[in-house]
């Protein structure tokens, strides 16, 4: 397991497995209890993936405060 944070994500924290041989779980989990999570076989991408999908969730949670 490797735990990793991002520059300019606050709040987020990220963790990385190898699940099974050659296919990786990376997740991400906001302090406030919001949350992403993507599988597959390239870590790289994946680690892009989850962190662009919490910038993501993070400006449309910004676009539309309740």
Not at 35 to 57: M, P, Q
């Amino acid at each position: 397991m490797l735990s990793f944070t991002q520059d300019g994500l606050e709040g987020w924290t990220f963790v990385a497995d190898e699940i099974s041989v050659g296919h990786y779980r990376i997740r991400g989990r906001h302090f406030d209890g919001r949350s992403v999570e993507r599988h597959g076989s390239d870590y790289d991408a994946l680690k892009t993936e989850g962190i662009n999908d919490a910038r993501t969730l993070g400006a449309r949670l910004n676009a539309n405060p309740t």
